[in-house]
């Protein structure tokens, strides 16, 4: 195994430059494609940044090791991370994790009266009478309609429903085991 000189992930099957060539391996911890990406003109400083700047996403799941420390695997690398504490507030009908406060309160469940930005769901208003009916329901109509960002002022420039999605599925997926 080698070692990514982006992100210090020790899963490597290739060493990266080991012949004349680089090895074409993405990297299952950072995404990045030596060969590939690096051609394209992308430094690895340039990936790094950028994966930090997402709070380290493991780019391919099923190889995440078990209690994975990200902060120690890049400090192995010279490089000091410290995993954000920002608290992210998740839209519990779409997985859009910008909400300005949590959708229902933590202690007692009560609703926040926000809409979410991207799936228009009011929470204390659509999720009546039935919570969790509602939530599912709109969740189906939402994705049917085609994952429609909802309100078009507040829409991220790059955004994409697809990682709301994935969390979407790996959520029924965990709670159907
Ligand atoms: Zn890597
Ligand atoms: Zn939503």
Redesign the pocket.
């Known amino acids: 195994m080698y070692t990514?000189a982006?992100?210090?992930?020790k899963g490597l099957e290739m060493e990266s430059y080991g012949k004349d060539y680089p090895s074409g391996e993405v990297?299952s911890?950072?995404?990045?494609q030596f060969g590939e990406d690096d051609d394209k003109g992308i430094s690895h400083d340039g990936w790094r940044e950028s994966w930090i700047k997402k709070d380290c996403p493991f780019w391919y799941s099923p190889d995440c090791p078990e209690n994975w420390d990200v902060e120690k695997q890049l400090k192995e690398i010279g490089v000091v991370y410290k995993k954000s504490v920002v608290i992210k507030n998740s839209c519990p009908v779409c997985e859009f994790d910008g909400l300005f406060e949590p959708a229902y309160d933590e202690e007692y469940g009560y609703p926040s009266d926000d809409i979410c930005p991207c799936c228009g769901f009011q929470f204390g208003l659509h999720d009546y009478p039935e919570k969790i009916k509602g939530i599912k329901k709109w969740r189906e109509n939402w994705i049917l309609g085609g994952c429609q960002w909802h309100f078009k002022p507040d829409k991220p420039a790059e955004w994409s429903p697809r990682p709301q999605l994935t969390n979407l599925v790996n959520q029924q997926y965990e709670n159907h085991q």
């Open positions: 990514c982006i992100c210090g992930y990297c911890c950072c995404g990045f």
